[in-house]
């Protein structure tokens, strides 16, 4: 006899109602004919046009999908890079301290990790007169130093589980620490870079906390823009917008799951394939 | 085996030492050109980690390595003309099992099409042709070693080096892949040092043999000497069976020894060992295959009483667990020429053992 977990059950249908149901009801009203947010005046597209037809919308999407993108290619290096070194270099001077300084960020609320990159601009530009004025690059170097923690995480995760055999394999066959790096390391953590990169991109495409303190005169990015807009009110173009980003940091997300899965997958297949003898 | 003016490779004292562990502890040894030579020891006794230092994952703590005359020290693994199959076999997941097999050749000046050739040859000679389009997790576990072996062997090294090449194969694989090993080597005329703790492997493939225990090598030798002529009880053990008694020497003229066995209830007579003196006390050792069954009392020296206690039928062969007079017990393998039953001890059957002075193994502890 099985016994309903009917407990279990309420417990997860109210949690994902809890979740979910702002996000339908947003991307529902994005549909909305009237301008009231609340009155439901039948079914229409139109605000998606309107959204389109916006300058300062589109202006502020590339400003977005730029830093998003040089943020998050930046912080895959960065963040590759110290991954390698955390898993690898178990031993050297300061290890602990080197870890704690990488992962510290994950926790930091944002407000304190925007407030102190603020100061850094501005004592910098006291000190060495750069950056003269805050704005795309100074964002671009916030989102690096918070997104780079998360790759860093994901890579280190999976070079713990890699087969430390196979690169001393590419090095008894003549090949230098860098070689294997280039051949052998970097192409079977490959995944896991990537879905770091998505990470970093989606991080940084929605950020608002750090992006406010970080940014300057003229340099608004989506975010930004909804929230500003969002004092005033809400609006039926805002719900489109809205959508829109979460369908694209969704899409975002969900790919780097599959490719975290599927190597996760591929590893497992190959351990047991691995400890099968002969057919 | 004569010792030739320069050997191969040289290990001269080597140590290596984990902390305030010693893994291995001052291994001194020389391996001919084109030998086999077998590393055999039970589990952690430091096999892996002194096939690591001639590969040059790990640097010796003392003592030195010479291969072909050159001092290895400080020469980084991919600048060793040393090639290692690991246990694991490591094959690169992300690459078929021909760029497997090519991977060490990009580091050599040939061009594309010579490097292709020795490819092809490579896996002509694991018999893998069919499958080089193939990626490792697409193959069987019995390919793969072979694909590990190919690999290694690529780039022609002076030496191979073979971590439990078939630890991962089941027992008929493993049994075939054996003999295949030797006839490559053979046709490649590489050197192998060969890691085992199946001593059965190490006496079907080696030249010669390593016995490994805690770090410290006990005895080199060919096969046969050292499982007839084991330097200690370690030895003596690990290789086959044996049965040991304790003994006093209580003569000693020319090559002869005699010897009281309380185990036995009578004086023996053996070999004697270099410098044996009258009263020293050591161990007497005997393998089962050594000793003699029978139902009446045979002529000769070295007979012992005994019961039956116990035995195993094989069909070609039996073992027997004979109680002697001191109480203790041996193992006797006795083979079943005849086919009758009656020539056969039974249980509880009063037998007559004996054996060949030049049989029993004298240990000193
Ligand atoms: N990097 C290391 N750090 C500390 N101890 C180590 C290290 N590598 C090996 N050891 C220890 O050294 C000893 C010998 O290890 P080794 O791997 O050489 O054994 P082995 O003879 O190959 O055993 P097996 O047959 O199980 O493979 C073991 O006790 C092991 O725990
Ligand atoms: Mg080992």
Redesign the pocket.
Known sequence: MKRRPWFLFTTLVFGFAFFYVPILSMIVYSFNESRLATVWGGFSTKWYVSLLSNRQVGAALMLSLQIAVISASVATILGTMAGIALARYTRFKGRLLFSGLVTAPLVMPEVITGISALMLFILMADWIGWPGQRGFTTITLAHITFSMVFVTTIVQARMMQADRAIEEAAMDLGSRPWQVLWDITLPTIFPAILSGWLLAFTISLDDVVITSFTTGPGNTTLPLLIWSKVKLGVTPDINALATLTVLVVGTGVVIAGILLNRAEARRIRDERMAYRSHD | MPASPAPFLRIEGVSKN??T?Q??RDVSLTIDRGEIFALL??????????LRMLAGFEDPSAGRIFLDGQDMTGVPPWERPVHMMF?SYALFPHMTVEKNVGYGLKHDAMSAAERADRVRAMLDLVQLAPFAQRKPHQISGGQRQRVALARALARQPKLLLLD?PLAALDKKLREQTQFELMSIQERTGVTFIV?T?DQEEAMTLADRIAV?DR?QVQQIGPPAEVYEHPATRFVANFLGSITQFPATVTAVSGPRARLTVPAFGTEVETIALPGLAPGESLTLGLRPEKVALHRDRPDGPNVISGEVKDLAYFGKDSLYRITLPGGSLMAVHAVNARRDGEARPDWYDRVWLSFEPASAILLRD
């Open positions: 984990f902390g562990f893994a291995v020891g039970g589990s952690g006794c430091g096999k892996t980690t002194l246990q439990e890691v703790h490994m770090g």
